[in-house]
């Protein structure tokens, strides 16, 4: 295994449904983030997890609910969602978001969701 | 407002060069970004740039600008492989990444 792996890479679920994505890293990393990507638009920042704790939320709708288990793992659990939710999910790492500098983000190949 | 802008779509012929521009305005900098992302595929890190001048990566180039908030991509002996979008990200005083839309570049034989 290696990098960031995004389970499933395409999901198309109804409105009323409830499903979850999930990210794991085999990097080391201790910070973990959620990007929404939609087609030509820059990507959106969702959640932030530094050492397991929620460090941001940018404003995303509850319907949208994050869980970090452990620094490998973040999920995305999704419920009663909207067709404008529809666009690609990216999950990434990094060494961690204390070292006072920026580092390069590692992304997996994304989940594709459409909702019908 | 912070924002990122860049070309939304150029072209080139494989074997040339390409120059991709990223003019920036954020609250605070701390580093500009490039990644490049093949369709359905993940965003990969190219480059980082903190200091002002160019950094040279084999093929690939940045380079930085801080007065003027501007930063560009060169690529060099372009192949068909190149053909993907280029993202330029800035870190701002917070440490959050502004991301722009990216810039899709079509390599032509």
């Known amino acids: 295994e290696t990098g960031v792996t995004q389970t499933p890479r395409h999901l198309v679920m109804g409105m009323t449904n409830k499903k979850s994505l999930k990210c794991e890293q085999h990097?080391?990393?201790?910070?973990m983030y959620w990007y929404k990507q939609s087609a030509k638009k820059p990507l959106e920042l969702m959640f932030v997890?530094?050492?397991?704790?929620?460090?941001e939320n940018n404003s995303v709708p509850s319907r949208f609910s994050p869980e970090c288990p452990n620094s490998s793992h973040l999920f995305l659990h999704l419920h009663t969602l909207q067709p404008e939710d529809s666009a690609l999910y990216l999950c990434?790492?990094?060494?961690?978001?204390?070292?006072?500098?920026?580092?390069?983000?590692?992304f997996g190949d994304g989940t594709r969701l459409s909702i019908l | 407002g912070q924002n990122i802008d860049q070309p939304t779509e150029m072209t080139a012929t494989e074997g040339a060069i390409v120059q991709i521009n990223c003019t920036y305005q954020?609250?605070?900098?701390?580093?500009l970004f490039w990644y490049q992302q093949h369709a359905g595929e993940a965003p990969t890190f190219l480059s980082y740039?903190?200091l002002d001048g160019l950094e040279e990566k084999g093929r690939f180039s940045s380079f930085l600008s801080r007065s003027k908030g501007y930063s560009y991509l060169l690529l060099k002996e372009l192949q068909m492989k190149d053909s993907a979008s280029y993202l330029c990200?800035?870190?701002?005083?917070?440490?959050?990444?502004?991301w722009g839309a990216g810039t899709k570049l079509i390599i032509k034989p």
């Open positions: 990434a790492s990094s060494q961690d978001r204390d070292r006072g500098d920026n580092q390069p983000q590692h």
């Open positions: 990097l080391g990393h201790n910070a």
């Open positions: 997890y530094n050492f397991k704790e929620q460090t």
């Open positions: 954020t609250s605070g900098f701390n580093g």
């Open positions: 740039n903190v």
């Open positions: 990200a800035v870190g701002n005083s917070n440490y959050q990444l502004i």
